[in-house]
């Protein structure tokens, strides 16, 4: 005969110990005038994130809207862009480098990266290769060197 209330404390501890499905973040990018970086910048303007995350552009200084990058967008990722001084939501689903830019503020370089999983070589190598206004270009480098 078989004690149910073991079996049952069993089932129970095995639950508990089961690997449970990540939670998807919610990541924040605020669009400044000024920072860290200099002027006309994303803080951050580098994440990581998981296939599932949200992450919310949201503007802490007036004039500026964010939109996805033709030339930096995964396979079949649908582009997104934001109203000017409102919050631009991007809930990334692919896998692959998804490049920001500030439209009013893209030749200052106001462009910002975000790495959800795995990068291909091939990937970082066509967005290395991508053709940015200089003073964004520079900005991406530095957000490209950050990709692993």
Same mark, same amino acid.
């Given at each position: 005969?078989? %004690?149910?209330?073991?079996?049952?404390?069993?089932?129970? *501890?095995?639950?508990?110990?089961?690997?449970?499905?990540?939670?998807?973040?919610?990541?924040?990018?605020?669009?400044?005038?000024?920072?860290?970086? /200099?002027?006309?910048?994303?803080?951050?303007?580098?994440?990581?994130?998981?296939?599932?995350?949200?992450?919310?552009?949201?503007?802490? %200084?007036?004039?500026?809207?964010?939109?996805?990058?033709?030339?930096?967008?995964?396979?079949?990722?649908?582009?997104?862009?934001?109203?000017?001084?409102?919050?631009?939501?991007?809930?990334?689903?692919?896998?692959?480098?998804?490049?920001?830019?500030?439209?009013?503020?893209?030749?200052?370089?106001?462009?910002?990266?975000?790495?959800? /999983?795995?990068?291909?070589? *091939?990937?970082?190598?066509?967005?290395?290769? *991508?053709?940015?206004?200089?003073?964004?270009?520079?900005?991406?480098?530095?957000?490209?060197?950050?990709?692993?």
């Amino acid at each position: 005969m078989i %004690d149910l209330r073991l079996s049952g404390g069993l089932a129970a *501890a095995a639950l508990l110990l089961s690997p449970l499905p990540a939670a998807a973040k919610d990541i924040v990018i605020h669009m400044k005038n000024q920072g860290a970086d /200099g002027a006309m910048v994303f803080e951050p303007s580098f994440v990581k994130a998981a296939p599932g995350d949200t992450i919310r552009f949201k503007p802490s %200084d007036p004039s500026h809207n964010a939109e996805t990058m033709a030339n930096m967008l995964p396979a079949g990722a649908t582009p997104v862009k934001g109203a000017m001084n409102k919050e631009m939501v991007l809930t990334v689903a692919k896998p692959g480098l998804y490049g920001i830019k500030c439209m009013p503020h893209y030749s200052m370089g106001m462009v910002a990266l975000v790495q959800v /999983g795995k990068v291909s070589a *091939a990937e970082l190598t066509a967005a290395k290769a *991508a053709k940015l206004p200089p003073f964004a270009a520079k900005r991406m480098t530095a957000a490209l060197a950050k990709v692993k």
